[in-house]
């Protein structure tokens, strides 16, 4: 890049071409410039003598430091809106740091942004070279830990994960797994504080029953849903598979916790016994239905997934009849001391009495097992 003519040379070449003794083209010639620079030497001088307007050099450099005050001002309004925008998230950030390194991204220089924030660049360049302590790494594992186990149960509170999280080999508290999970907003669906989980989650299957609940033929349609009943020792609860075809119960799982595990053992008992294809497991939304467990589950197994709507137990009626029939004729019928006693008292009904000894009209007055030999008696002749 050329160097500029000084000031005091420009002066005096103005001053000869001034005189007009000699052609501008001889001038420019003899004082080694071109006559367009000559003659730009000679406007610029004109309005600095006040002979023509124009803006002066005094005038020129105010209107460029004014335009450089206008840009800085500008830059300022530019951080301060950002930073309430970053600021007003709900996830309030630890540190404004990653706003510096955004704006910088966007031609702000560093030094704006640290005088505007109130802090100095050499913080934000030591932890631009190390911008994730030891801390903040392992927080994040246990985030994405407990993100995961939520998902497979969006029952598990704080206090379940952080079980989990030991479970797994992670070394955490339950007063830093409480705060983690407050932070990304990680609650049981069974949470009772004012303002969250208001709402029934997204289904994950669509609804392939509408409140059809017949069948031509065994493992077409399963229906399943979750019960509980307290005990001496706490609740037990019951997940439960019924066939709608014949009403027989094929799976069943009881637990003390109600697990997303809790539905998947009874899916597999009833996987197990019956050796489906295709067959439509129908339930309510409820979180362990809705849990990556079930889902996988039922994937791996062949079956088709459907849902009901929120609030809507006639969607699932022909399950909840069931469970009806349950609490009349074993749950309330006596106060139960342990879990393995109602265990017991729940196995005993299903398999003695509600498969081979109660007659239902809707089968005929047969009973789930007689209905289902009926129907594979003729095919086993025809084959």
Same mark, same amino acid.
């Given at each position: 890049?050329?160097?500029?003519?000084?000031?005091?040379?420009?002066?005096?070449?103005?001053?000869?071409?001034?005189?007009?003794?000699?052609?501008?083209?001889?001038?420019?010639?003899?004082?080694?410039?071109?006559?367009?620079?000559?003659?730009?030497?000679?406007?610029?001088?004109?309005?600095?003598?006040?002979?023509?307007?124009?803006?002066?050099?005094?005038?020129?450099?105010?209107?460029?430091?004014?335009?450089?005050?206008? *840009?800085?001002?500008?830059?300022?309004?530019?951080?301060?809106?950002?930073?309430?925008?970053?600021?007003?998230?709900?996830?309030?950030?630890?540190?404004?740091?990653?706003?510096?390194?955004?704006?910088?991204?966007?031609?702000?220089?560093?030094?704006?942004?640290?005088?505007?924030?109130?802090?100095?660049?050499?913080?934000?360049?030591?932890?631009?070279?190390?911008?994730?302590?030891?801390?903040?790494?392992?927080?994040?594992?246990?985030?994405?830990?407990?993100?995961?186990?939520?998902?497979?149960?969006?029952?598990?509170?704080?206090?379940?994960?952080?079980?989990?999280?030991?479970?797994?080999?992670?070394?955490?508290?339950?007063?830093?797994?409480?705060?983690?999970?407050?932070?990304?907003?990680?609650?049981?669906?069974?949470?009772?504080?004012?303002?969250?989980?208001?709402?029934?989650?997204?289904?994950?299957?669509?609804?392939?029953?509408?409140?059809?609940?017949?069948?031509?033929?065994?493992?077409?349609?399963?229906?399943?849903?979750?019960?509980?009943?307290?005990?001496?020792?706490?609740?037990?609860?019951?997940?439960?598979?019924?066939?709608?075809?014949?009403? *027989?119960?094929?799976?069943?799982?009881?637990?003390?916790?109600?697990?997303?595990?809790?539905?998947?053992?009874?899916?597999?008992?009833?996987?197990?016994?019956?050796?489906?294809?295709?067959?439509?497991?129908?339930?309510?939304?409820?979180?362990?239905?809705?849990?990556?467990?079930?889902?996988?589950?039922?994937?791996?197994?062949?079956?088709?997934?459907?849902?009901?709507?929120?609030?809507?137990?006639?969607?699932?009626?022909?399950?909840?009849?069931?469970?009806?029939?349950?609490?009349?004729?074993?749950?309330?019928?006596?106060?139960?001391?342990?879990?393995?006693?109602?265990?017991?008292?729940?196995?005993?009904?299903?398999?003695?009495?509600?498969?081979?000894? *109660?007659?239902?009209?809707?089968?005929?007055?047969?009973?789930?097992?007689?209905?289902?030999?009926?129907?594979?008696?003729?095919?086993?002749?025809?084959?």
């Amino acid at each position: 890049m050329p160097k500029p003519f000084p000031a005091e040379f420009r002066r005096d070449v103005v001053a000869v071409a001034r005189k007009r003794e000699a052609p501008m083209r001889q001038i420019a010639k003899d004082f080694g410039i071109s006559e367009s620079c000559l003659n730009r030497w000679l406007q610029q001088a004109d309005v600095e003598d006040g002979v023509r307007p124009g803006a002066t050099k005094e005038e020129s450099a105010e209107l460029r430091e004014l335009k450089k005050r206008n *840009r800085v001002l500008e830059q300022e309004n530019e951080i301060l809106r950002r930073a309430a925008a970053f600021f007003a998230k709900d996830n309030r950030p630890k540190m404004m740091y990653p706003l510096v390194r955004d704006l910088a991204a966007e031609d702000i220089p560093v030094a704006v942004t640290c005088r505007v924030l109130g802090f100095s660049k050499q913080a934000f360049y030591k932890w631009r070279a190390n911008p994730v302590s030891q801390r903040d790494w392992e927080d994040a594992h246990l985030i994405n830990t407990a993100i995961d186990v939520h998902e497979d149960d969006p029952a598990f509170g704080y206090r379940f994960i952080a079980d989990e999280l030991a479970a797994l080999g992670h070394v955490a508290g339950e007063n830093r797994v409480a705060r983690l999970c407050s932070l990304q907003r990680i609650y049981s669906v069974f949470s009772k504080k004012r303002g969250l989980n208001r709402t029934a989650g997204p289904p994950v299957h669509d609804d392939l029953v509408e409140r059809d609940f017949t069948a031509a033929a065994p493992n077409v349609l399963w229906l399943t849903d979750i019960t509980e009943h307290p005990t001496g020792e706490g609740k037990l609860y019951l997940c439960a598979i019924k066939d709608v075809f014949s009403n *027989r119960i094929v799976g069943y799982s009881m637990d003390s916790r109600m697990k997303a595990s809790l539905a998947v053992a009874a899916l597999r008992n009833a996987v197990a016994l019956r050796s489906p294809a295709g067959t439509i497991v129908h339930s309510d939304r409820g979180s362990q239905f809705r849990s990556r467990k079930f889902v996988r589950a039922l994937h791996e197994y062949g079956l088709v997934g459907s849902m009901g709507r929120v609030g809507a137990c006639g969607d699932n009626a022909a399950m909840e009849s069931f469970f009806a029939l349950l609490q009349r004729n074993v749950l309330d019928r006596q106060r139960w001391a342990t879990r393995d006693q109602l265990r017991l008292a729940i196995v005993t009904w299903i398999e003695r009495t509600y498969h081979r000894r *109660r007659r239902q009209r809707r089968l005929g007055r047969m009973t789930p097992v007689e209905i289902e030999l009926l129907f594979h008696e003729p095919v086993a002749l025809a084959a």
